[in-house]
């Protein structure tokens, strides 16, 4: 079964980075595209950022354009989501999951990981 496993997240300052990873299991991940999604306190789900299959092609969401980069490891069935100048308003909980069709399809799988937290203090 699709199992997804997000780690990394932390409590850091303003202008801070981090790098989040998803570990992936249970489909076929080299064929999948692969997004970042974040979920604020009493607020929707919203799509972060897409990489294509072979970490090519990336799509980024308006807001972390410049700040953010996806990558990922096929080797690793893993996807990375690197975070440069964080701001208090990136403070969400970020979970990963692979989009429908590209790059903001509904994500295909409806059992979604833990999710990892990421908090920004001023």
């Known amino acids: 079964q699709v199992q997804l496993v997000e780690s990394g997240g932390a409590l850091v300052q303003s202008g801070g980075s981090l790098t989040l990873s998803c570990a992936a299991s249970?489909?076929?991940?080299?064929?999948?595209?692969m997004s970042w999604y974040r979920q604020a306190p009493g607020k929707g789900r919203e799509l972060v950022a897409t990489?294509?299959?072979?970490?090519?092609?990336?799509n980024y969401a308006s807001f972390v354009k410049g700040r953010f980069t996806i990558s990922r490891d096929n080797s690793a069935k893993s996807v990375y989501l690197h975070m440069d100048s964080l701001k208090p308003d990136d403070t969400a909980a970020y979970y990963c999951?692979?989009?429908?069709?590209?790059?903001?399809?509904?994500?295909?799988?409806?059992?979604w990981g833990q999710g990892t937290q990421v908090s920004v203090s001023l």
């Open positions: 249970g489909f076929a991940f080299s064929e999948s595209y």
């Open positions: 999951n692979s989009p429908s069709w590209w790059p903001s399809g509904p994500p295909r799988f409806g059992s």
């Open positions: 990489v294509d299959t072979v970490g090519q092609t990336k």
